[in-house]
């Protein structure tokens, strides 16, 4: 009897979590990634300069209401202020560029002048160029990247072909991209062990399922 | 049903109120961290918390409308070039109504523990999640209208416009959980009171074996649920506006003097209990459901605008408008399943908490209380930015 009562009021609780607690959400917005890793002379890292695209529903929306000359094209100038836009709400989410040289973090500054964006009218959609510079160019042995929005409400990935290209690495570096990989059963289970709002600090399932870059130059 | 008699019932029911009280507790904490885990995207600091689920049920919901969400620029593009392929965009907006609703969105969470608080009717339920669904789809249709397809508002206007909506909608639903946490806490205080008194306590008898069920129950608590009956009528009078969500137990005496007819209460039990047009049509009927309606479906859905945006860029408007309510029609199916189950969940608990006297109601009435919290942690977590349900991406 106390068990079945207990069951009810945990009947009630359910109810209330699948309700409340899966406060996750699907993407809106899709964005392919291509990044360039840029290296100095003396073989240090400098920055990142990333080329996304936008979906075609999400670049037909911001567009929307942008005046240009000739209809259905855009040239970089009337998509200046956009671009502004993009720049300034992307540094509230840290331009979702997470990167660590030989274990730590590295830290990015705001994007240098000169970002814009690109119409393809035939795909209709935009691509956003913008370079992150390195609050400190840093010579690593083990260097990764990531790209991912931790609330997933931009989904990334990285193009097919071509996702990253090292720009004036030194000879020996050695580039690798790990996709977004298929949750083990090992994992999954470990998961489904957890409360809907429970986390566990071992699991870092965000970085697991990112994009990620590795260079090592040893 | 066959009920055990139960000796000691009382730490039982101690035991039973402990779990009650931890249940709002952890509703409420559950909120919070699941809003945590969200992060804040005003500048407030993000916890180091990993990506949405992606495992199990969930995770497969998640997959399935982020695909389903991806096929339709394809096939707006494709029913601009040929008409009749708008029914298979037809038939994916409401595929993804029916499992967007399952994700994100407060929506569900608001209704269903508005439901919990206020021992609302299935019946109920089901016309609170249609109508909000359908409202929520007609502010995007309203919005995109005025906005996109008549001023020609850029996108970030229609995200200003959209941020507006938001801070009315979840300032009204914390108005909802306000006023609800005033007249359930009241009810549990005076509950909680009530079963001070020794006459109470000499009450809480607790019923042998009831072979027939409920009618049976009934009949039996009458007696012991006196106190409570004279309460509610007190409060009914002080407060017309919330005279028929005092539901809870009261319910069934309630129903006998509307009807001076006992057989009722079968009925009254909440379950198999059709909403009776009085209910809904009577006064406050409406008009106390409406708030939540409004305060839920005043949001509209980030993925409707877009697609709205998206159809009018292609000429095909109208396309997006129907488009655009049958996603609401899938939303309300599943809102209203979530809702049924909330309802269901309640009268079964309250099935249990009926056969143990005063202290089963007083339970009750504490986990109304915790509903009238849950939502009113809902609105803040929503209003503060805490919790992100969906968000318009600026980008």
Known sequence: MIYRFCLSVLAVLVGAAITGGAASAHPHVWITVKSELVYAPDGSVTGVRHAWTFDDM????????????????????????????????????????????????????????????????????????????????????????????????????????????????????????????????????????????????????????????????? | MSVKPVVGGRPVVHFALVIAALAGLMLVAGALDAALAQGGPFGAPRAQAPAPPMGGVLGWIFAKQAEFYRQFSSLIRAAKADGSAAWGLFGLSFLYGVFHAAGPGHGKAVISSYMVANEETWGRGVVLSFASALLQALVAVVLVGIAAALLNATAATMKRAVDLIEILSYSLIILIGVRLLWVKGRVFLTTLRTLHRPAAVGAAVTPAHSPHGHGHHDHQHDHAHDHAHAHDHGHAHADHDHDH???????????????????????????????????????????????????????????????????????????????????????????????????????????????????????????????????????VLLLTGYMVSERMVGL
């Open chain 2, 245 to 379: 969500h005092q539901h809870c137990d009261g319910h069934a005496h309630d129903h006998a003097h509307h009807h001076h007819d006992h057989d009722d209460h079968a009925s009254a039990w909440g379950h198999a209990h059709a909403p009776e047009p009085e209910e809904l049509a009577g006064p406050g009927g409406w008009k106390r459901g409406l708030s939540a309606i409004v305060a839920v479906g005043l949001r509209p859905c980030s993925g409707a605008i877009l697609v709205l945006v998206f159809a009018l860029a292609q000429g095909l408007f109208w396309t997006g408008v129907v488009s655009t309510f049958i996603m609401g029609l899938g939303t309300a199916i599943t809102v209203a399943a979530i809702a049924t189950i909330a309802v269901f969940a309640k009268s079964w608990a309250k099935r249990f908490a009926d056969t143990r006297s005063g202290y089963g109601m007083l339970v009750m009435r504490g986990i109304e209380a915790g509903a009238a919290l849950v939502i009113i942690g809902f609105g």
């Open chain 1, 58 to 218: 999400f670049s037909v929306f911001a567009l929307q209401g942008l005046d240009s000359k000739k209809k259905g094209e855009y040239t970089r100038e009337e998509l200046a202020p956009l671009a502004d836009v993009n720049v300034t709400s992307l540094k509230e989410y840290d331009f979702f560029t997470y990167a660590k040289a030989n274990g730590g973090k590295l830290e990015f500054n705001d994007p240098q002048a000169g970002y814009y964006l690109d119409y393809n009218t035939k795909e209709s959609v935009l691509t956003l160029f913008f370079t992150l510079p390195l609050k400190a160019p840093v010579k690593a042995k083990d260097l990764s990247l990531e790209v991912y929005d931790r609330e997933y409400f931009v989904d990334f990935s990285f193009a097919e072909k071509d996702p990253v290209k090292l720009v004036g690495a030194p000879a020996q570096c050695k580039l690798s991209v790990a996709r977004p990989q298929e949750m083990g059963a090992a994992l999954s289970q470990q998961l489904s062990q957890l409360g809907p709002n429970q986390r566990d600090p071992s699991l870092t399932v965000g970085a697991e399922f990112a994009n990620k870059i590795l260079v090592k130059c040893p």
